[in-house]
């Protein structure tokens, strides 16, 4: 009984690390556009695409991560 219940622990938490990442996305930039007064940087992957608007003088991140509701 005690063996088994140290390998339910074990199992347990070695699915922890797995179970914490489940709802994270990360998304890379795939364009960037210039108006007068703001940047628009484009992320994308196969299922998602976001927009973020930024000040001209800043520069878009290479990757962009979020949770999933």
């Not at 140290?6 to 108006?35: D, Y």
């Not at 992320?43 to 930024?54: C, L, V």
């Not at 003088?57 to 290479?62: D, P």
């Amino acid at each position: 009984m005690v063996i088994n219940l140290k390998r339910l622990i074990v199992l347990t938490l070695s699915l922890l690390p797995a179970l914490a990442h489940a709802g994270r996305i990360t998304l890379t930039l795939t364009n960037e556009q210039e108006t007068d007064n703001a940047k628009i940087c484009i992320y994308s992957n196969a299922n998602y695409t976001e927009t973020e608007t930024i000040r001209p003088f800043e520069q878009c991140k290479y990757t962009w991560t979020f949770e999933e509701d």
